[in-house]
């Protein structure tokens, strides 16, 4: 098989170019191709998909008329089948897009690249026709676009800078490479830098030293942490005999406290209270007083009360 596949191939001395046999070239003009799918597509006819680098045995032809050529490019068109119903399908080279077109027989699937693109052109033609219609946004554009040339060029100004130095550490320190070398230069052009810093700051940082060191001695509501010990044998037995020595202390309190409201108790005066017995002969004449007078004269009285009333 390697003897197909090279650039140059052997001739003999006695090789008659007249004596090979030519092609004969087909009469519709047709020529077949294996080729891969460029995009994906779907038939229009049973709407298969079929994705893009498939292979398939193609013809082409040469594209004629107006739209035969592009600035001088020769367009070429495709014929394939569709694998499930044998359609004819065709498509043909965009020169002008550096893509394919598809002509019939399927539809191009959706393409974020492509939109993205489109997008993006679409973009730049609004934004070139709000200038041209407004020219207050296309002086604000131009003024923006400035100030990105600007950043842009100091950020190259810096990046040469940078490669100067390099090239001094490198011909300085011989043809070899010290990245030592450049690392100790970049860290002392910083200590340069921070000096420079400090020295224009001037007194200013001594006051701002001695205000953070004021602000650290303040203890603002911190409070302190919690150490936890654990306890031993001898410690849990000296807790004991201090919970045993307060359980007496309270005990004790109570009884004095229960002795000395007796006591009080004891020395409030006793308040007797005694009946009054009723006096019999008080009692008999009252009774004596209330008994009616007997007879005629009783009788008497008794009629004039009642006369009198009436």
Do not use: W
């Amino acid at each position: 098989m390697g003897e197909r596949k090279v650039v140059n191939k052997y001739l003999p001395p006695d090789f008659d170019p007249s004596l090979v046999p030519r092609t004969k070239k087909p009469k519709d003009g047709l020529v077949s191709v294996r080729m891969m799918l460029p995009f994906s597509i779907q038939c229009t006819n049973c709407s298969t998909f079929m994705y893009q680098g498939r292979k398939f045995n193609s013809k082409k032809e040469s594209m004629q008329g107006a739209d035969g050529k592009y600035l001088g490019i020769q367009r070429f068109r495709f014929y394939i089948k569709c694998t499930a119903c044998s359609q004819p399908v065709s498509f043909c080279t965009d020169p002008q897009n550096a893509d394919y077109a598809m002509e019939s027989g399927a539809t191009r699937n959706y393409e974020l690249q492509k939109d993205k693109k489109t997008t993006e052109d679409t973009a730049a033609q609004e934004e070139e026709e709000e200038e041209t219609n407004d020219p207050l946004k296309g002086l604000e554009n131009r003024v923006l676009a400035s100030q990105r040339e600007m950043q842009d060029m100091d950020n190259l100004e810096e990046i040469k800078a940078m490669n100067m130095r390099h090239v001094k550490l490198l011909n300085s320190s011989g043809s070899s490479f010290d990245a030592k070398a450049v690392l100790e230069a970049i860290a002392r052009n910083k200590r340069q830098l921070e000096n420079l810093q400090e020295e224009e700051e001037g007194g200013d940082l001594n006051n701002d030293d001695e205000d953070d060191e004021l602000v650290k001695s303040i203890q603002f509501g911190k409070k302190k942490k919690e150490m936890f010990k654990r306890l031993d044998d001898d410690d849990e037995r000296a807790s004991e005999s201090k919970r045993h020595q307060q359980a007496l202390l309270f005990e004790k309190q109570q009884q004095q406290v229960a002795f000395k409201a007796k006591s009080a108790k004891s020395k409030m005066p006793v308040i007797t209270i005694k009946r009054r017995r009723p006096n019999p002969t008080a009692k008999k004449k009252v009774e004596e007083k209330k008994e009616p007078e007997g007879g005629l004269g009783g009788l008497l009285g008794g009629y004039g009360s009642d006369s009198d009333s009436d």
